[in-house]
């Protein structure tokens, strides 16, 4: 009974409800790409974007839903970033409002975050690429020990995303094949000497020695240390000559001597070798007391090798002195000198003949002795395999296999079979390696070829990528230590630092910031001699020495990306501190008053660099080098579409679309094609509808920098015209000069730190960003914010990434 009254007021509830004309809540409808997307697009874009004609060749018409964005997301990220910057619609046409276009960009946005957020995560794939010819350079230097540059004639290498490590983008040509033989074989006969050669022995006649005079004190070819009194020139000693040699090897020093004097007591003569101040038993004060001579101070720090006494009277029975000069002493000078004698006694004479320095004993080179290395207990085949089983895995970057050696000491067998040296069997065995593919390309093989599933790549192949992405070289025993004991991964942060201080660590600086810059054109520009008669190979060279040393410092010292950007230092010599008119390392510059002059500033001496205070003067950051400045001008005046195109570029990391067809350029050779200023010509281009809406960023970028000549020099006239350096970006963004165009750079640090991100990521990994890899790249810099973004963070982030850590196999049908 209870039930069915429930039931009969249930009913009644629901006849209420209907009768009240209510319906139930219905769910929120959320906006969708196909209906409020659309529609959007229809208002706002389609008037410019839509047809056979569209501007800058870029139509919505194919945009329809979800799927043909997801199919185009490199072009509607670009979409998106326009929007946000206010740079779409033009000016001039009707502009959304702004929740508009929060909405619109949210909407697009959150068709890819759907799409990433329920995707499986992709870390890509990298080609397997060969070394480049830095690459080769560095691995060559650090895994033989040979001093030279073997890829020097290898044909260059191409560049893909702008880097010259990229897999999809290093050929092989035929002629590479024969020159990495030849290499090979060259490396090789300098690496290892089977038949070595005589010590070498270094003499000079003491008519040569020093301290050198006008008058050197000589007899019978010999020459006279402290004379007599009746009138023969003085000279107190000691003498010395001065010798180049390996610190690691073993010498032997000699010379001929004979002494007169008219004391009963006996006279002693000491071998000095002048070193290193760190070296084993340098003279104390003490010991430098004991020995005569006036060019005693000059000679230290230095060690006494042998003390003499010296029974020869006359030429005729003369003494040759020998000693051993022991490894490590870092030999620089060879000097003889008298020890002091005993209160009472006369001075003697010293009669130094001829001076002579043998060695290095071993003449084996210091590689030689490295790459064959072995356990001398052990038997001669049990010797091969131990120095060929340590050399493979080394080159390959990973443990040879048992297979792997046992092919190796096979070719090696076969030249000792021949009666050939054992040396000359190792040599040969490892002329192979440096010809196999393994050692040849950046292997990394993969236990799971087909498996579309990211998975880490094994530990070693980790240690590869984190060395050549730091060094350019091969991993050091640390990092294959711990690859071998599967540590790496959990101590990538401490092992990045520790690179990072290590001097390889200037391969960033070397190979990626100046092809991330575009700084290799320098090496071959030619501004106008005429116009630019200051410019020459030594300021050339200097613009270029300013970028790599400033970089350094920011690696070195762990700075903030932001100071690539605005930075109160840079590092000069007295060439580019002049084109500067910088007077001195406290930044004063030439003509400032007095008074605002900043007190502690030294001179630059010569070619020598200085750090330098920029603090209050019209530079700081890369936008004011001259080396970025030379690059982005015309040979005989300034180009601010290049300048402005270049920030866009490698700084902002928003390019703009190439220029239309059939549009003519403002300048050909540094000729204008038009009269009037270059602010005129430039105002009366983007005139042209097709050119506006890209000038109009790329113009008032460059014209924020204009107060700086084609070869970085700074100006406030052109010709007899005022300097006019404003600038107008999207937005109604106005500046004047560089100091405020830096500023507003500064205020689009997240475009920064994205862009320079992507850039590393290209360069680290070897091949080109996909839309996959936006979750890492969003991931990094958000971390590096979070870390001030330091340099060191941005490193870290990217060796920790999926991209870098992982891989996935080869799906059907997909690469």
Known sequence: MRFRFFGFLLVIAVMCYAASGESPAQPKVEPTFKVEGAAFLKKHCAACHTGAKAKADFSLDKFTDDASLLKDRKAWLRVLDVLKAGEMPPEGKPQPTADERVAFTKLVGDVFEKHDRNAKPDPGRVTMRRLNRNEYNNTIHDLVGVDFNPAEDFPSDDVGYGFDNIGDVLSLPPVLLERYLAASESIMAQAITPIPPKPPVRGVGTMFTEPASANVPMKNGYRVVTAKKDGTPVETGPIFTRFKVPADGVYVAQTTVYIETTGTKPVKVAILAGCDKTAKGVATDEEADKISGAAVKSLRPFIILKTVEVKARDDKMREAIKVDVPAGVGLDKLAVALVK???????????????????????????????????????????????????????????????????????????????????????????????SPKFLFRVELDDRPDSADPHAIDEFQLASRLSYFIWASLPDAELTDLAAKKQLTAQLDAQVKRMLRDPKAKALTEYFVMQWLQLQPLRNARPDPKTFPQFNEQLRAAMTQETKLFFEEIIREDRSILSILDADFTYLNATLARHYGITDTAGNFQGQNAKTRKPGGQPFRNEEFSRVDLKGTNRGGVLTQSSVLTVTSNPGRTSPVKRGRWVLEQILGTPPPPPPANVPELEKDGKPVTAGTLRQQMEAHRANPACANCHAKMDGLGFGLENFDAVGAFRTKDGMAPIDSSGELPGNVKFTGPTELKQILLGKKDLFAKCLTEKLMIYGLGRGLDFYDRRAVEQITAALAKNDYKMSALITEIVKSDPFRMRRGKEAGKN
Not at 370 to 379: E, F
Request: one cysteine or more.
């Open 341 to 435: 004698p005993e209160e009472g006694e006369p001075l003697p004479t010293l009669y130094v003949r001829y001076m002579s320095l043998e060695g290095p004993l071993d003449s084996r080179p210091a590689s030689h002795r490295k790459l064959l290395a072995y356990n001398p207990k052990t038997s001669q085949a049990e010797q091969s395999r131990e120095v060929l089983e340590r050399f493979a895995s080394r080159a390959y970057r990973r443990p040879a296999t048992k297979e792997e050696v046992d092919r190796l000491v096979k070719l090696a067998d076969s030249v000792i079979a021949k009666g050939e040296k054992w040396e000359a069997g190792m040599q040969f065995a490892m002329t192979a390696v440096l010809c």
